[in-house]
């Protein structure tokens, strides 16, 4: 049933001209926002520092962004047939958003509690509330995506993530400089620098919560589907191997993601490597925060203008030069380069990544190709994280390997993707 003040299916065509830049600014907003408040808690510097004061394994630590990751590809697939069904989205992502946002709130307090007496509990814990807040995000994930695509003209995704990016590390040069502050200023010992940062993302994905509320999503009439689950999930090998185009992007997305190896490690190499400790956090999150904010416009215009595959490409590229850079560093400093340059390859990745997807799923199935990009890739990200964990062994050295192979991964990847993978559909 359309509601009072909606439109009708028919219409969405009006809705999107009368709406779409209202949608576009609330969106940049959440998203903005909810990119400052994990500026607070970067996956790749804040949380390893974290677990490290905790006696973390170099396992553990391997394992940490692949959780993140996981939680967030996993249960895609397997919720995207109920998302297809939905005729609006927005009130599932506003019911699982409570759960993507409460941990923070909970670890805060559990690391005043814990973080002295009782290390291991508090890292059980941690582990327990970073796969609550991931899954709930995964679950999530492709309601979301499939409310953007209808809320967004194709036409605006790359230069609309682009914008997004440019907002949100704008915010988050105040979450870096905050970062910096609290973890230098002697003003907070730990465990209440660390405390003050989870209540911080909490408090900042409460507003970002809020700005996501204020969304017009248009309303589309669900795509003929199968009649069961079980129909759906015994049709979904025939997508892959009808889709051959979709099949060998996937491949380059799984080979592309073994730099979860890497990104679990920078940080504690930089800190293993050259005696670094936690104030050097504040700045490799504000110079990654810059260099984000910086390269984000230019990268989503690259992709409305050549492509989202020509973007992939490139953040392959940015991978490669990281590792290359970290490998062969002499003085610590070199590390800020290493962190730049991941910076622009997770900013591709994001402005691209799903936009990508959108292009390959034909109209009303995004929810199920976005499903099978991200829950595919689920368990490679586990396995490469557990390879990293394995290769790097206990010494500072022993992190060249995991560097070194997922390097050669994206190499492989950024192959498959130049030679093989045609640019989907331009609709």
Known sequence: MVRKREYHP???AEYLDKHYRHNIVVNILDIGFF?????????????????LRLDASNMVIGFLPALMRIGWLLPQLFVSYFIEGLLRKKPMVLFMGIFQRLPWFLLGLFTLQFAIGSPRTLLILFIIFLSITTFAGGINATAWGDMIAKAIPRRLRGRFMGYVNLIGNALAVFGGL???????????AYPANYALLFFGAFFLLAVSFYFFYLNREPILLPSPREKSFAEYFRNIPLIL???HNFFLFICARILGLSNVMGLAFFMTYSMKRFGLN?????NFVLISTIATMAASPILGLVADRKGHKNNLIISRLLYIIAVLIAMTARQWQMMYLVFVFIAMNISANMISMNNIVFEFAPEGRRPTYMGLAATLSAPFILLFSFLGGKLAGSSVFGLYLPFLVSMLFNIVSMIILAVWVKEPKKG
């Open 35 to 51: 990119q400052f408040s994990m500026s607070l808690v970067s996956a790749g510097i804040i949380l390893p520092a974290f677990a």
């Open 278 to 282: 936690d104030a050097v956090t504040g």
């Open 10 to 12: 028919k219409e969405y």
């Open 178 to 188: 905050t970062v910096k502050f609290i973890m230098e200023s002697g003003r907070f």
């Open 241 to 243: 191997k009808k889709d």
